[in-house]
């Protein structure tokens, strides 16, 4: 999910104001999605070569938010740590059930 404007009091920003007093405000947001499907068979795909996916980045993208020649490697890994201020990323939350003693040393946290 990318936000690509903020529209405050009727001005467009690129990225959100530091200081920000206003009565109006709203998002123009841009979703990039693949389906579980499309995930899913590519995961099962490359598990036969003991091959594990952990981000997938648009390539679209990738070559839109860098203007600059970088190498392709290099823009993807600035991505993935978090460059661009207005990317929004989902995590899925997972809880484990944790034993008696984790629960115990993570009281003590």
Avoid: W
């Amino acid at each position: 999910m990318l936000i690509e404007n903020y529209l405050i009091d009727n001005k467009v920003y690129q990225f959100l104001p530091k200081k920000l007093e206003c009565n109006n405000f709203s998002l123009d947001i841009k979703f990039i999605c693949l389906s579980d499907n499309l995930i899913k068979s590519l995961e099962k795909s490359l598990e036969k070569y003991q091959i594990s996916i952990n981000h997938i980045i648009s390539a679209n993208y990738v070559e839109n938010f860098f203007k600059n020649n970088h190498d392709l490697f290099k823009k993807v890994r600035e991505i993935i740590n978090g460059c661009n201020p207005n990317e929004v990323k989902f995590y899925n939350k997972t809880q484990k059930n944790q034993g008696f003693f984790e629960k115990f040393f993570n009281f003590f946290r």
